[in-house]
């Protein structure tokens, strides 16, 4: 088996150099550091795809990298050959989503003098994949807070893109903390199944409305836009994630649930770039004592609808998280 998948492996990185030479003039070997950022789904989605891009963006401006970004729309038949297509090119592959698991584990090891970054979950032992994780478990423990503070009807909702271990991370952390606010609340969950169509996440959020939810936490990629879009014709309250997404709309999107995806990229290339530190074959856990996950309240001047106060008490259960005195669960060994 292992000496077919390498066969295999032959034959995509042939067909990927044959492109290469019929018609693309970038090299890896030019002495410019170049960028490749693979994501599973598609840009546009405002949220986790688009603060990767963003990452890269600073990393072409501030160091002059030459940077691309690779989109696999959630086609699984490209997850690995996007791999293979993006090393041929470039020094760093950037794999963005928890899909590209059993590519970078066929991939990677055939593909040594490539650097591979593995955003938003783990393979272990390849010493030449870079693994972030990170702690969303932690700051949806506090937009479930709010969540629950802001309930007057004493249930609030979620939508997740798909059943899984990396979304059901955000809420498990979300369930905690609308619980510790109010034990009595209760929190209904519904999966899109999608993280590319916003009208099922409407569907989704709407079932949610219907059932007596107020506030309503999207982690759905660009499906969550869906819950927007339902929020504003119910007259309820959402919940954004990965990015301050209030700006979408100011008057039904409270708060947002950040990880700092965008910036864990541009810090993690900066680093080999300035003093060539590079920790493949290891996990990085960005969590909130570290900065990377946060809470957004939108830009100044922005409608509010989360008070002075209960930012303040968000702020104090903060500390308590990076502390240790509050211990968030999570689905995450």
């Known amino acids: 088996m292992k000496k077919l998948l390498s066969l295999a492996l032959v034959i995509l990185m042939s067909a990927a150099v044959f492109a290469g030479c019929a018609g693309n003039s970038e090299n890896k070997d030019d002495g410019v550091v170049s960028v490749a950022v693979v994501v599973a789904g598609g840009l546009g989605d405002r949220s986790f795809y688009d603060s990767a891009k963003a990452g890269l963006d600073r990393l072409v ?3 002059n990298v030459q940077g691309k970004v690779i989109e696999c729309k959630e086609d699984a038949s490209m997850f690995q050959q996007q791999l293979v297509n993006a090393a041929e090119t470039c020094d760093f592959v950037v794999a963005v989503g928890w899909q590209f698991a059993d590519g970078l584990r066929a991939v990677a090891p055939e593909l040594p003098d490539t650097k591979f970054i593995y955003v938003d979950e783990a393979v ?30 004493g249930k609030v909702g979620a939508v997740g893109g798909m059943d899984g271990d990396t979304i059901n991370d955000f809420l498990v952390g979300y369930t905690q903390g609308a619980q510790y606010a109010n034990p009595a609340c209760g929190v209904e969950v519904n999966y899109a199944g999608d993280y590319e169509d916003p009208a099922k996440g409407k569907e989704c959020a709407l079932t949610l409305y219907g059932k007596g939810c107020d506030v309503v936490f999207q982690v759905a990629g660009k499906t969550g836009e869906g819950v927007f879009e339902a929020a ?73 609808q989360v008070s002075d106060e209960l930012k303040a008490e968000v702020e104090a259960l903060k500390q308590k998280i990076i502390s240790g005195e509050i211990v968030v669960q999570t689905t995450r060994s």
């Not at 010493?127 to 994780?133: G, L, M, Q, R, T």
């Not at 990965?242 to 008057?251: A, F, H, L, V």
């Open 61 to 63: 401006a501030d160091y």
């Open 232 to 304: 504003a014709e119910q007259g309820r309250y959402a919940i954004g994630v990965d990015s301050d997404q209030k700006y979408i709309n100011p008057n039904v999107i409270v708060c947002s649930m950040i990880k700092k995806v965008g910036d864990s990229i541009y810090d993690t290339v900066a680093a080999f770039i300035n003093d060539d530190t590079w920790k493949g074959g290891t996990t990085w856990v960005a969590d909130m004592a570290s900065g990377y996950v946060d809470v957004g309240y939108g830009e100044a001047g922005a409608a509010q």
């Open 124 to 153: 272990e032992g390849i010493s030449n994949i870079y693994n972030i994780k990170y702690a969303q478990n932690e700051g949806s423990f506090l937009v479930g807070y709010i969540a629950a503070r802001l309930s007057t009807t």
